[in-house]
């Protein structure tokens, strides 16, 4: 009965609010998952157990019946919705010389896939898009272009899906238009002039938005991106200062669509 209650708070709030997850660190010591629970309307919000605890999660999804996925070193866990305990659904494949790929990115889709991106930790360095599904685990679809290495997070917006890229001397920031079938043929479609460690999206009546989170010295800052202009809003919402990434249930999350 408790597990139908929280699967029943989290669809009404997904369906008239817009709540998001945010995970940190301590900002003392720098380490630990710290997670939160917020609403964009009036940016409440509640703490949340995530596991592991004394790990610290680079990224963070969630599906549409409110499971969480964080990507912890080459893991991918999974902690279902209501519950406190997490399971290891998966391992991201070693790139070379023993090395594995540092997951900084993940995204749920409509179906329950998880896309995740991450970068090569040894030259030459590069940034891979990876999918896992239930039937097949994970399996690396690509390589994205050659100047781009992923940043802050994946989003979907109107079933296209899109990654905050950076390039090698993180001096110019991308909002970069992901090619599922073909990962090399993704397209910078601009630069921004924030630099977000996580991005999510939400649909409302009928309305999508899409939002970044910011690190700052004492307090994190959300923006809004206007996906028509490109330009960000900085919005009255406090956030934590160490934050790693952010997710919100997208519905609008079919990236095969267009294929």
Not at 28 to 51: A, H
Not at 93 to 115: E, K, R, V, W
Not at 200 to 211: A, L
Request: net charge negative; aromatic share 12%; proline share 5%.
């Amino acid at each position: 009965m408790k597990k139908i209650y929280l699967l029943l708070v989290f669809i009404s709030l997904n369906a008239f609010s817009q709540p998001f997850y945010l995970i940190s660190e301590n900002d003392q010591t720098g380490v630990g998952n710290i997670c939160n629970f917020y609403n964009v309307s009036d940016c409440s919000k509640s703490p949340v157990n995530l596991c592991p605890a004394n790990n610290t999660a680079l990224s963070i999804a969630v599906n549409q019946t409110g499971n969480l996925y964080t990507s912890v070193d080459s893991k991918l866990m999974r902690q279902n919705q209501g519950e406190t305990n997490c399971t290891q659904i998966g391992t991201f494949p070693q790139t070379s010389n023993n090395n594995f790929p540092l997951i900084n990115a993940l995204i749920a889709d409509h179906s329950g896939n998880i896309y995740a991106t991450g970068n090569k930790q040894n030259s030459p360095y590069d940034s891979r898009l990876y999918k896992y599904s239930s039937g097949n685990g994970i399996t690396e679809l690509g390589v994205l272009p050659s100047q781009i290495l992923s940043l802050g997070d994946l989003f979907f917006y109107e079933n296209k899906l899109f990654l905050i890229g950076r390039d090698f001397s993180f001096s110019t920031i991308f909002l970069i238009e992901v090619n599922i079938q073909n990962p090399s043929l993704s397209t910078i479609i601009t630069t921004l002039d924030v630099l977000p460690y996580g991005a999510f999206s939400t649909y409302n009546n009928g309305v999508s938005k899409v939002y970044l989170t910011v690190r700052g010295f004492s307090a994190g800052k959300l923006y809004e991106l206007d996906m028509n202009s490109f330009t960000t809003t900085l919005l009255n919402c406090p956030l934590e200062a160490l934050l790693n990434d952010a997710a919100s249930y997208y519905p609008l999350s079919n990236p095969y669509k267009y294929y």
